[in-house]
C-alpha cells in the first residue's frame, strides 16, 4: 500500500461536464456503491448536483484521484447541516491521510457555510469507517430508518 501524506495532495471541485466526474469520481463512488453501474452513476451525478450536491476530489501530484466526497447543504429542522452522501478513498491508498484532509475540507466548509455540524450516513457493518470517524470527532447521534419503496 502506498501511504501519500495529505500535505501533497490538492483538493479540487469537479463539476458535471468535467471528464473527471467520469474517469476519476464515478469509479471511487461506484467502488463504494457496487450496485450503480457507469450509467446509473451519471444519471445521479446530473440529478444530484442539480439538487446542490457538489464532488470535492483530492489528487496527488502526478494527477491520480485519491479520494473524493459527495456533499451538499441541506436546511433541515435541526439547523443548516453539511451532509456527506459518500466518503471514499481509493481503496489502495488508504491509510496515507486523504479521508482526514478531506473531512478537514468538509467541516471548513460547513463552518463556511454556516452549518451547525457535518452529518452523513455510514453502514453497520463498515467498522473500519466507523473506527475513522470516531477517531476524527463524529459520534453516532441518530440511527437511520429506511422501507424499500
Known amino acids: 500500500m502506498t501511504t501519500i501524506p ?45 439538487q446542490g450536491l457538489v464532488f470535492t476530489a483530492a489528487y496527488d501530484e502526478a494527477g491520480h484521484c485519491l479520494g473524493v466526497a459527495a456533499h451538499r447543504v441541506l436546511a433541515t ?6 451532509f456527506v452522501d459518500d466518503l471514499v478513498t481509493d481503496p489502495d491508498r488508504r491509510s496515507g491521510g486523504t479521508g482526514a484532509l478531506l473531512l478537514a475540507a468538509l467541516k471548513t466548509r460547513a463552518r463556511e457555510e454556516g452549518c451547525v455540524r457535518v452529518e452523513l450516513d455510514s453502514g453497520v457493518t463498515n467498522q473500519g469507517a466507523h473506527r475513522f470517524y470516531h477517531r476524527h470527532g463524529l459520534t453516532i447521534g441518530a440511527l437511520h430508518f429506511a422501507a424499500e419503496v
Open 6 to 50: 495529505p500535505r501533497t495532495a490538492a483538493l479540487h471541485e469537479v463539476p458535471i461536464g468535467d471528464p473527471r466526474v467520469t474517469t476519476d469520481v464515478g469509479p471511487l463512488i461506484r467502488s463504494l456503491r457496487p450496485a450503480l453501474d457507469e450509467h446509473a452513476f451519471e444519471a445521479f451525478a446530473v440529478e444530484a448536483q442539480a
Open 77 to 82: 429542522s435541526r439547523g443548516r447541516i453539511l
